[in-house]
């Protein structure tokens, strides 16, 4: 147990829909990051947040995707009016107790047709 | 081209025989992660490595950092088909804690 729940762990959408994934840590830790995963590729960093604060966002975040961590425990990561280009393995991670060392939770599989 | 290079990007091996994965960097390494991915899942967090000559072991499963040569391995001993998976090498580009990753190396274990 990597102390990082997601849901959904499947998502199956239609293009130009809006989808909204939830993260879940383990409430006493800070930093969450948000990843993205194509097949055959290694993680891709989105975004990653101190509490509730969004500290940095990569280029690849567009303006259809949009994340909050409200009261600094769960995450939601939204993407509006989806593309094909976005189905990929959605990740999220948590730091550990080192505040430095990140463990992921099983993702959400997204896939737009 | 890719900051993080891994070698092989597939492998297969008879159960019991040992095995390296190598991962090559192109900038300084300020920490180097190493995780296992089975298929369709999320990343296991396997061993974290920060300073030069820094090794680590977890059951068969050893992790070496060559900070000078920018490289780190991955050695495990009389494999099992329980270690068939991907292996993924991540740094620590010193930003805030956001990691890069390689494209990892795709093990697949013979009975």
């Known amino acids: 147990d990597t102390g990082v729940s997601q849901n959904p762990r499947h998502k199956i959408t239609k293009r130009g829909q809006n989808v909204t994934f939830r993260c879940d840590p383990i409430?006493?830790?800070?930093?969450l990051y948000w990843y993205r995963q194509t097949l055959g590729q290694g993680p891709e960093f989105l975004t990653y947040?101190?509490?509730?604060?969004?500290?940095?966002k990569s280029r690849l975040l567009s303006d259809r995707f949009s994340a909050e961590r409200p009261k600094g425990s769960f995450s939601t990561l939204e993407i509006q009016r989806t593309e094909q280009g976005d189905s990929a393995m959605y990740l999220c991670?948590?730091?550990?107790?080192?505040?430095?060392?990140?463990?992921f939770g099983p993702g959400t599989r997204l896939l737009v047709l | 081209s890719q900051e993080l290079e891994q070698s092989p990007q597939s492998l297969i091996v008879q159960e019991g025989k040992n095995l390296t994965i190598n991962c090559t960097s192109s900038?300084?390494?300020?920490?180097l992660y190493w995780y296992k991915q089975k298929y369709g899942e999320g990343l296991i967090f396997l061993m974290m490595?920060?300073?030069?000559?820094e090794e680590k072991s977890h059951e068969k499963i050893t992790a070496k950092l060559d900070e000078k040569k920018q490289q780190s391995s991955l050695h495990i001993t009389a494999s099992q088909p329980s270690h068939a998976g991907i292996y993924l090498c991540?740094?620590?580009?010193?930003?805030?804690?956001?990691?890069?990753f390689g494209k990892g190396t795709k093990l697949s274990v013979k009975p």
């Open positions: 991670a948590r730091t550990g107790v080192d505040g430095e060392t990140q463990y």
């Open positions: 409430s006493e830790h800070n930093r």
């Open positions: 947040f101190q509490n509730e604060a969004q500290l940095e």
């Open positions: 900038k300084t390494l300020y920490g």
């Open positions: 490595l920060q300073k030069g000559g």
């Open positions: 991540g740094a620590d580009r010193g930003s805030q804690g956001n990691l890069i």
